[in-house]
C-alpha cells in the first residue's frame, strides 16, 4: 500500500511539475510579443507606428499593432484583458475621469502625478512621462469670424454668444467636471444653440458657415488645413491633456530594454510639431507609418549615434 501511495505520489508530482512547466510555458508565450494597441485617432496612429520602429529598430523584438480601438475606454479595457500590453497615447485627463474615475486635475503637473500612481497601484502599469504634447479641448472659429468679432479668447465669446451657434463633440455635452454644464459655469455664458456632434465633424461645420465656433482638439491637423483661429482658454477650465505612452509592468519586466525605448519619445514632441504630423495625415493624407518613420529619420533616431537623448 505504501509503494502504492509512492508511485501515485511520484506520478501526481510529476504531472504537477509538467502541469507548472505548461502554465509557465503559457504564461511566457503570453507576454512573449509586445502589443502595442492604437485608437481611431490620426495621432495615436502615429505614435503607435512611432513606437513600433523604434521598439523593431532598438530591440530584436517584433511589435504587433492592435489598431483602430473606439475610444481610450477601449485601449484601457485591451490593456486590462491583455489584448494588449502597451497604449501608444494616453491623455491624463481622459484618463483621470475615465479609467481612474476621479475629478479633474487642472495643474498639469498634479494631473501627471495622480494618474501615474493611480495606474500603477490599480492596474499594475506604468504611465510615462509625456512625449511632450497636449492634446486638450479648444474653442476655435474661422478667420473672418475672429475679425468680424474681434475673437482671441474664448472670453470675448460672451458678449455675441447669445446669437451664435457652436458645434460640439457629443461626448463632452454630458461630461462631468470640464464638461458643458461646467463650461457654462465657469464662462458664466451659453450659445443660442448648441448642436452635438461627432469630433470628425465640427471641423467641416465651421468651414462650411453651418456653426460659427466649434470645440475640437489642439493637435488636430484640421486646424491647419482650415485655418481656424484657436481661442485661448483665459479661465484655465479645461484640463490638461497631456499625452503619455502606457504599458504594464509585466511586458516592462519581461523586455526591461523596452522601457529605455520609449523613454526615448518623453519630452521630444511639441503640441505644434503634433499638430503638423496630424496634417500631413489628415490634408495630404500620407500614412501615418510613413509619417511617423520620417519623423524618426528626420530627427535622426535611426542614425549610428542612435538618435536624439
Request: hydrophobic share 40%; glycine share 6%.
Amino acid at each position: 500500500m505504501k509503494k502504492t501511495i509512492t508511485v501515485f505520489g511520484s506520478i501526481l508530482l510529476a504531472l504537477t511539475i509538467l502541469t507548472g512547466c505548461s502554465l509557465s510555458g503559457g504564461q511566457k508565450n503570453s507576454i512573449e510579443k509586445i502589443k502595442v494597441a492604437t485608437m481611431v485617432t490620426t495621432e495615436s496612429q502615429i505614435m503607435g507606428h512611432m513606437l513600433k520602429e523604434m521598439i523593431e529598430h532598438y530591440t530584436d523584438e517584433e511589435v504587433e499593432l492592435i489598431n483602430n480601438l473606439g475610444s481610450s475606454t477601449v485601449a484601457h479595457q485591451a490593456m486590462v484583458n491583455g489584448d494588449a500590453n502597451v497604449s501608444a497615447a494616453r491623455y491624463t485627463g481622459t484618463d483621470l475621469t475615465g479609467a481612474l474615475q476621479a475629478e479633474p486635475i487642472k495643474d498639469p503637473k498634479e494631473a501627471m502625478k495622480y494618474v501615474q500612481k493611480a495606474f500603477a497601484e490599480q492596474f499594475n502599469q506604468k504611465f510615462f512621462d509625456t512625449y511632450g504634447f497636449e492634446n486638450t479641448y479648444a474653442f476655435m472659429v474661422s478667420q473672418e469670424t475672429a475679425e468680424k468679432y474681434n475673437l482671441n479668447k474664448v472670453s470675448d465669446l460672451a458678449a455675441i454668444a447669445k446669437d451664435i451657434e457652436a458645434g460640439v463633440d457629443t461626448s463632452w455635452l454630458n461630461r462631468e467636471g470640464d464638461g458643458f454644464k461646467a463650461f457654462v459655469q465657469e464662462y458664466g455664458f451659453e450659445f443660442k444653440r448648441t448642436y452635438p456632434m461627432q469630433i470628425g465633424l465640427v471641423y467641416d461645420a465651421v468651414q462650411a458657415g453651418e456653426v460659427e465656433v466649434v470645440l475640437g482638439y489642439t493637435t488636430d491637423g484640421r486646424i491647419a488645413s482650415y485655418n481656424l483661429k484657436v481661442l485661448e482658454d483665459d479661465l484655465h477650465f479645461f484640463p490638461p491633456y497631456e499625452t503619455s505612452a502606457l504599458a504594464t509592468y509585466e511586458i516592462l519586466t519581461a523586455k526591461p530594454e523596452l522601457e529605455a525605448v520609449i523613454n526615448r519619445l518623453v519630452g521630444k514632441i511639441s503640441t505644434a510639431q503634433m499638430q503638423e504630423l496630424n496634417y500631413l495625415c489628415d490634408n495630404n493624407l500620407l500614412e501615418p507609418a510613413v509619417v511617423a518613420k520620417n519623423f524618426l529619420m528626420e530627427n535622426n533616431y535611426f542614425s549610428e549615434e542612435g538618435g536624439e537623448e
